[in-house]
């Protein structure tokens, strides 16, 4: 049967996270929905990154079987029965075998913080009104990239088999009224961004040292990582695949 992948972005505040899940709303089961409504018929997803509550993603895949005809305008079509916060981006026609999730080379994620009051930010970022040592959060931000096992950084339940990551890209960036962390790697574990975000901050307004940052990477513990940094200020930017993986590059 053929098989697509579905591209689409979502802000996250309205939804108890990605995946489908009994007696909540997530963004599948608003998908799910709006495809059955558009083919008449039900259709299963499976997605590539699983966002927890409240996260948001500029960039996300679901894959899934249909025997029937995908016409041009299926995009818009989708998106006119959505809610507002999810927008379909793009349908591609893929290998039968392809699977979003086990396909994918590589996640980024960002995480944004804002210094000065601002209403319009309030529910995409966390308003963390404190100095930060911009040295400090460099170095431990290159400490991140050193490391392989996150298990201080991962919350209970994980439900996996290891927690080695391999971190491509870690670095913090200035803005104008903040900070964004920019992190990129084959895999994240639950919770983990969040977890290396709150951590890092105590060590940029010198709470802990920089030693200390390297003791609770050491001691795999997640009691010793602070994970208050609130899922509104985290987005999924991408999910990265192969070049040349899609053979279909055009909207439908």
Partial sequence: MPRYFLELTYKGTRYSGFQVQDNANTVQSEIEK???????????????SRTDAGVHSLQNYFHFDYAGEIPAGTVYR???????????????????????????????YQYVLYGQKDP????????????LDQ??????????????DFTSFA?????????RCHIKES???????GW????????????MVRGLVGTMLQAGRGNISVEG??????????????????ARGLFLVEVIYPVDYFKDQGNR
């Fill in 34 to 48: 709006a495809l059955a409504v558009l083919f008449r018929e039900p259709v299963d997803c499976t997605g590539s």
């Fill in 78 to 108: 989708l998106n006119a029965i959505l809610p507002a916060d999810i927008a379909v981006k793009s349908i591609r026609a893929v290998l039968p075998d392809a699977h979003c999730r086990f396909d994918a080379i590589a996640r980024r």
């Fill in 120 to 131: 319009f930010l309030e529910d995409r970022a966390w308003f963390y009104p404190y100095p």
């Fill in 135 to 148: 040295g400090v959060l460099e170095e431990v931000a290159g400490i991140v990239l050193e490391t392989v």
């Fill in 155 to 163: 919350k209970r339940n994980s439900q996996v088999n290891n927690h």
């Fill in 171 to 177: 670095r913090w960036q200035k803005t104008g009224t």
């Fill in 180 to 191: 964004i962390y920019i992190v990129e790697a084959n895999r994240f574990l639950r919770g």
């Fill in 213 to 230: 940052f390297r003791e609770i990477i050491a001691a795999g513990d997640n009691q010793q990582a602070d994970f208050a940094a609130p």
